[in-house]
């Protein structure tokens, strides 16, 4: 498996460098007051669903699964390879965002405590990891082509109502308020339910793989 994961490194490492450079312009123009340093943390969620999207789409191009398949990793090997990528992706971008966004603030060049702007790279990977939970499974089933029209349809659902209701809230309309220990709960709770649900996605995907035909 480990070789898997080196695999899916080595092919996307021109990939990841472009995105890595990326995060850098878009921090030039959060400094020059073009966007908000918000955008830095959204950019954790474009990584971590782009990239393993890529190396779905570039082992069907190459039809490297069926090969893959045959090696001691096995189709368990792989389905493990591809989430622990998509882990590793979400981890490494997160932090380099945070480090990014925090290191900006110390340095006076944003209004945004630090504290805050952690908060927002944690909240970007945990949204990563639920939308992820439910990409890979459809990914490793259909392939890259098919699972991207899914992967559209629950960005736009999630990011649209997300924006949706923050335009109403900055609108004035009076929003169901919730008790102070659920509000104070939530943010753990949406964690754990993204983790679990990545743990489900994990052994659907087992699941998915153990009866694909290649």
């Given amino acids: 498996m480990k070789g898997l994961l080196y695999k899916d490194i080595v092919v996307l490492k021109k990939q990841i460098s472009t995105l890595l450079i990326f995060v850098v312009v878009y921090g030039g123009f959060c400094v020059a007051g ?3 340093f918000s955008i830095i943390g959204a950019l954790i969620a474009v990584f971590g669903l782009t990239i393993p999207m890529s190396s779905v789409a570039l082992d069907d191009t190459s039809h490297w699964d069926r090969y893959a398949a045959a090696t001691p990793a096995g189709r368990k090997g792989i389905v493990a390879g591809k989430y622990l990528f998509t882990l590793l992706v979400i981890l490494i971008s997160g932090l ?3 480090v990014i966004m925090v290191g900006l ?3 006076g060049l ?3 405590p630090p504290v805050e702007l952690v908060g927002i790279s944690l909240s ?3 949204v990563t990891l639920l939308l992820d939970a439910i990409l890979l ?3 490793l089933k259909y392939g890259a082509e098919k699972a ?5 349809i629950t960005f736009v659902i999630i990011f649209g109502g997300a924006i949706l209701l ?3 809230m900055n609108n004035g309309v009076n929003m169901p308020q919730l008790p102070s220990w659920l509000a104070a709960a939530l943010p753990v709770v949406f964690a754990l339910v993204s983790v679990g649900g990545f743990a489900l996605s994990f052994a659907v995907s087992l699941g998915i793989y153990a009866r694909k035909e290649f």
């Fill in 166 to 168: 923050g335009g109403m």
């Fill in 148 to 152: 991207r029209v899914v992967s559209m």
């Fill in 110 to 112: 944003s209004d945004t």
């Fill in 96 to 98: 380099a965002g945070t």
């Fill in 34 to 36: 073009v966007f908000d």
């Fill in 137 to 139: 499974p459809f990914l």
């Fill in 124 to 126: 970007c990977a945990t």
């Fill in 105 to 107: 603030s110390l340095a």
